[in-house]
């Protein structure tokens, strides 16, 4: 996608409010805070010391089914080298660190007793990070769940899945929700499930015929729906726990981080613009839908069907409002366009209940699109259909695709230019509204990455992953974003100018 992106960049043409041409930090709500994140598995290592078991991550990559047989037994290594990147962090003017706690490094088998060196280095962790003057906020789950779970019941297709969960939430309150105030119970969840149970592409690997390839065990059509369904009792279960037991002395916030593209039909057909809406609704209203409202969207019942877990009365209720946020991981506009056929099979998967075509495979086939303008119309649709939610978003980036290793790259103008472009799209939405409450760039550091592993580069530190140990250096961006942070003006879009779709 990235040489694409530089073309598309000289081709498009719009009008730049000229209001925004030199906005600063100061420009943005008071309170609003601007930080970077990782993930533990994807950047930690030490994947076998002090007490950690593997999680599912581990069993996938160690047996080889990784990009290039990456694995994250090293990655950046941080569970070594925190103090480093905290001053990293902190050099940068960094307000906020967004990282997420290993399941497997704090509670090894999943449920029972816990690693005190596990404990000790988050303790450790957040401890440094305050001395420096930097929020934690905290993911308790990211798509790491032990192996010794996913052996015993199934992992996310059992509801033990939820007990255990909940057990490890509340191990994660009491012993760091003195000093945690912003904790995120899941990552992704819908789409952490289409690589695992749909595709089988991606850890536990489960799907079937004709769904994905190599499939030995698992359920396509049903599956993803099943393990959707358990994570978000996972979260009303943990909210209402926080709620009930730590929230009024811990005095924290609570919420959820989805996956959030936003899809533009590929053509002005009423087909492919009602495809697109769809697939607005089977990827950010499957959750939201229920943590607004209480249910699925309406919509996607009819199309799933008996596939879809009924949510009762009682859970209803616990759904509703279950946030005290909502946390957003964006990068793409994707287009995309119907595709009955699929819809009209007899035995459907989670595309074909949606009736699309595959937006991933669309764009790969040369449809990509540069819009960091998309990201405002989602903004706008979380506002309108979804009661304005407070809204961090906790992932926005921008890749470089490497092919040696070895090579150490510390310019990256695209990059700086990519970020600088959503947040002027930020500020459009704060000013037009949107409950906006911060902003963090994926990622801090390059870390192993789920579906490229070390062949991507989303850093805005580079990190040696050849060198024994895992040397950090500071990217253009980094400067970049530190001066910015430092009060220093976004630099208006390169000309010709980024395609605002609207000029409020
Ligand atoms: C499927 O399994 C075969 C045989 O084990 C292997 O050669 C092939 O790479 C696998 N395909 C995928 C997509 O994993
Ligand atoms: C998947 O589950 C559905 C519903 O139980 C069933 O009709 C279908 O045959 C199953 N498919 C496979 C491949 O087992
Ligand atoms: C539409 O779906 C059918 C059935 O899954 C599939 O064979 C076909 O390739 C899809 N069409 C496109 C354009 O992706
Ligand atoms: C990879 O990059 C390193 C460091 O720049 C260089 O020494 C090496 O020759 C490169 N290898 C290839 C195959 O290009
Ligand atoms: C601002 O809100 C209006 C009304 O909902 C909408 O039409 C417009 O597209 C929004 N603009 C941005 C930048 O979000």
């Known amino acids: 996608m990235a040489p694409l992106l530089f073309f598309l960049l000289g081709l498009r043409l719009a009008a730049l409010p000229v209001d925004v041409a030199a906005l600063t930090r100061h420009d943005f709500p008071d309170g609003f805070i601007f930080g970077a994140g990782t993930s533990a598995y994807q950047v930690e290592g030490g994947v076998a010391e002090d007490g950690r078991k593997p999680s599912i991550w581990d069993t996938y990559t160690q047996q080889g089914y990784s990009v290039n047989k990456a694995t994250g037994d090293v990655a950046a290594d941080q569970y070594h080298h925190y103090k480093d990147d905290v001053k990293i962090m902190h050099e940068m003017g960094l307000d906020a660190s967004r990282f997420s706690i290993s399941w497997s490094r704090l509670i090894p088998d999943g449920r029972g007793d816990i690693n005190p060196k596990g404990l000790e280095y988050y303790n450790n962790l957040i401890d440094e990070l305050l001395q420096h003057g930097i929020q934690p906020h905290v993911t308790i789950y990211h798509c790491d769940l032990p192996q010794s779970l996913q052996d015993e019941y199934n992992g996310l297709l059992s509801p033990k899945f939820v007990d255990d969960y909940t057990m490890y939430a509340d191990t994660c309150f009491k012993n760091f929700g003195d000093r945690v105030k912003h904790w995120v119970t899941l990552n992704e969840p819908n789409v952490e499930i289409l690589g695992g149970y749909d ?95 209480g249910d699925y969207p309406p919509m996607m019942r009819s199309r799933v069907g008996a596939r879809l877990p009924v949510i009762s009365m009682e859970l209803s209720k616990k759904l509703s409002g279950s946030f005290d946020f909502i946390g957003v991981n964006h990068y793409l506009m994707l287009r995309t366009c119907a595709n009955d056929t699929a819809f009209n099979m007899r035995q459907r998967n989670y595309w074909a209940d949606a009736g699309v075509v595959d937006p991933y495979k669309y764009m790969q086939e040369g449809h990509a699109e540069y819009g960091p303008w998309a990201l405002g119309k989602l903004l706008d649709h979380l506002r309108v259909e979804y009661g304005n939610p407070p809204v961090f978003i906790h992932e926005n980036g ?75 250096y500071l990217r253009k961006s980094a400067r970049w974003y530190s001066a910015f942070l430092n009060g220093g003006e976004l630099r208006p879009p390169a000309s010709p100018k980024i395609p605002f779709y609207d000029s409020a």
């Not at 393990?227 to 609570?254: C, F, N, P």
């Not at 510390?410 to 000013?431: A, N």
């Open 199 to 293: 595709t089988g592409e991606l850890p536990p690997q489960r799907c079937s015929y004709p769904f994905g390839t190599n499939c030995t065990a698992g359920n396509s059509t049903t599956e993803p729906y099943i393990a959707a369904y358990h994570l978000l009792l996972a979260h009303a279960s943990a909210v209402s726990l926080y709620r009930e037991k730590y929230q009024v002395t811990q005095k924290g916030e609570i919420g959820i981080t989805l996956y959030a593209p936003w899809y533009e039909p590929a053509t002005d057909a009423s087909q492919d613009v009602a495809a697109a809406m769809r697939m607005n609704e089977f990827t950010l209203g499957w959750f939201m839908h229920p943590l607004v409202h």
């Open 398 to 472: 921008w890749p470089r695709i490497v092919k040696n290793l070895s090579e150490i790259e510390t310019d990256d103008d695209p990059r700086s230019m990519v970020l600088q472009d959503f947040l002027l799209v930020l500020y459009l939405s704060i000013r037009n509204g949107s409950d906006m409450r911060g902003y963090f760039v994926w990622s801090l550091l390059d870390v192993f990455e789920f579906l490229n592993g070390y062949g991507l580069r989303y850093g805005l530190c580079g990190v040696d992953m050849t060198a024994e140990g895992r040397t950090r």
